[in-house]
């Protein structure tokens, strides 16, 4: 059974951290390109950071760039994501994704609430 189970969101001030965490099981680790998006009410969902499982190479959005860092521990089977000096505008649900690339296969976690507010 494919799972992918998202933890460490929560309620944070602007300037805090935070670390989000995505343990996948069900399948081949390291065949699938592995991301996080966020989607904020009334918006659209959008990607946020993407990291290959071979070679660990790793693309941001432009709004998260030198603030959030993706990473992985392929012996754990998790991605990381690691937010810095997070801001109001990056209150949302945090999703996390894993694809293959070639078969177009994908599936989605159940999402973790990331909360930015004084």
């Known amino acids: 059974q494919v799972q992918l189970v998202e933890s460490g969101g929560g309620l944070v001030q602007p300037g805090g951290s935070l670390r989000l965490s995505c343990a996948a099981s069900?399948?081949?680790?390291?065949?699938?390109?592995m991301s996080w998006y966020r989607q904020a009410p009334g918006k659209e969902r959008e990607l946020v950071a993407t990291?290959?499982?071979?070679?660990?190479?790793?693309n941001y959005a432009d709004s998260v760039t030198g603030r959030f860092t993706i990473s992985r521990d392929s012996a754990k089977n998790t991605v990381y994501l690691q937010l810095n000096s997070l801001k109001p505008e990056d209150t949302a649900v945090y999703y996390c994704?894993?694809?293959?690339?070639?078969?177009?296969?994908?599936?989605w976690g159940q999402g973790t609430q990331v909360t930015v507010s004084s």
């Open positions: 994704n894993a694809k293959r690339s070639l078969t177009g296969w994908s599936f």
């Open positions: 069900g399948f081949t680790f390291s065949s699938v390109v």
């Open positions: 990291i290959t499982m071979v070679g660990g190479s790793t």
